[in-house]
């Protein structure tokens, strides 16, 4: 029996192989140790830093350092999908905090309804999970209370949904702290 030798496409396969499995490799890494992006609205400052508050404390009780945390801050809702989209491949997960509160015109319909759609197509075009704590309200005392440090703040329920479905998709069924 003769014994064959390697050729060039033998090589080729090899390397292919190996690319496949770096590709996997980085892939799991980067959800092991995952970086999450922020995108806050800061129309209303003070509602948005609660928000955040909120959010970047549920991330350190899950362990997700400082270093792997980027915000961003968009001057209104509207404009957080089209920051999330120039940013989809640099985070393994968002979450997109801000606040739209209700007034005389339809404005906040057409604003609300926009941002939510894109979000959610962005997420799943992208199969990238992204929280939404944006908050709806109809006064500021109610987007006060939605945003309370000390009650059940929007941004730390947007930010363990977001580690929620990125567990799933590492096939983790771990609960996240809150």
């Not at 209303?44 to 980027?70: C, Q, S, W």
């Not at 961003?72 to 985070?91: D, F, R, T």
Request: charged share 25%; net charge positive.
């Amino acid at each position: 029996m003769k014994k064959k030798g390697f050729n060039d496409k033998d090589f080729s396969i090899i390397k292919d192989l190996d690319l496949g499995i770096a590709k996997r490799e980085t892939i799991f890494n980067r959800l092991k140790n995952p970086k999450i992006g922020i995108v806050v609205s800061s129309y209303y400052a003070d509602i948005a830093r609660d928000l955040t508050f909120g959010a970047a404390e549920v991330l350190k009780k899950n362990n997700i350092p400082r270093k792997n945390i980027i915000i961003w801050n968009a001057p209104g809702i509207l404009e957080i999908p089209v920051m999330i989209a120039k940013n989809i491949h640099s985070c393994s997960a968002f979450i997109a905090l801000g606040c739209v509160i209700k007034g005389e015109t339809p404005h906040f319909d057409l604003i609300s309804k926009t941002t939510i759609k894109a979000i959610m197509d962005l997420s799943i075009k992208y199969k990238k999970p992204i929280g939404n704590g944006i908050i709806t309200c109809l006064n500021k005392k109610q987007a006060a209370e939605r945003s309370d440090r000390t009650k059940k703040n929007k941004g730390g329920e947007a930010a363990r949904a977001a580690l929620s479905v990125l567990g799933g998709f590492k096939g983790e069924t771990t609960q996240w702290s809150t």
